[in-house]
């Protein structure tokens, strides 16, 4: 299948389109991972976008574009599941008329629903083992006793004023892609409050609801 998660930051859309690319075998595209990987590869691509990256701005969508196209090239058109892409309205755009063009197109987008009291308690709440990159929560997930304090950080990015402000970004630049998803009938909303299995479990129902629809569009 092709299908594209959606939502704020902080939503879970990392963990479970990682969960699911991995219990379907489809291939996980997150394009903030491939930015990151092109940053330390010293890649044009990766030093053209470094600047935006280090103001936590997004990256114009040219270069983006570049690397989801390379990505879903390689996976023969077919299924992915895209994390973090599209982020703008030029990039939805581009996304659909790409895979319409080699008549591939999304079976759905995923719209993880977790609203802005609850992002911020979730990610000011994170915290981060600054050697080995494992994510902590203070309530759901506290670091073990017997981890040094020290190496147990906040992201910069998880200081509220930062989730504030990336919140802003999300609301300003890219909540007005789900109404144009939503025009086009490809926009299945899931709630994203609740635990991960919770939360799983209606990712799956709403997989089931995309493929029977696709298949049903297909046969009229
Ligand atoms: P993420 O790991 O998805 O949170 O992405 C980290 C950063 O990469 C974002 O804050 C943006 O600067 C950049 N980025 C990732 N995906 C996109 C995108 N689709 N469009 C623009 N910038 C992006």
Redesign the pocket.
């Known amino acids: 299948m092709r299908i594209a998660f959606f939502g704020p930051?902080g939503a879970g859309k990392?963990t479970q389109a990682l969960m699911l690319a991995d219990k379907t075998k489809h291939k996980h595209i997150?394009?903030?991972?491939m930015?990151?990987d092109a940053m330390k590869a010293k890649t044009p691509i990766g030093e053209a976008?470094r600047t935006?990256?280090d103001e936590?701005?997004?990256?114009?969508?040219h270069l983006?574009q570049q690397l989801?196209q390379l990505a879903i090239e390689e996976n023969q058109l077919d299924c992915f599941i895209l994390?973090?892409?599209?982020?703008?309205l030029p990039?939805a755009r581009w996304l659909n008329a790409f895979l319409a063009e080699h008549g591939t197109p999304l079976h759905a987008i995923l719209s993880l629903v977790v609203p802005d009291e609850i992002i911020i308690d979730r990610l000011s709440k994170r915290r981060v083992h600054a050697e080995t990159g494992v994510n902590y929560h203070l309530d759901f997930k506290p670091p073990p006793k017997d981890i040094d304090p020290s190496l147990i950080i906040q992201r910069p990015d998880d200081k509220p004023e930062a989730i504030r402000k990336?919140l802003a970004v999300y609301h300003q630049q890219t909540e007005p892609i789900e109404s144009y998803f939503r025009d086009i009938g490809l926009l299945i909303e899931v709630d994203g409050v609740g635990t991960f299995d919770e939360v799983q479990h209606r990712i799956d129902v709403a997989i089931e609801k995309a493929r029977e629809r696709y298949y049903a569009a297909l046969e009229r």
Request: proline share 11%; net charge positive.
């Open positions: 930051p990392g997150s394009t903030g991972a930015i990151r976008a935006y990256m936590g701005v997004l990256v114009p969508d983006v989801a994390d973090g892409f599209p982020r703008t990039q990336r």
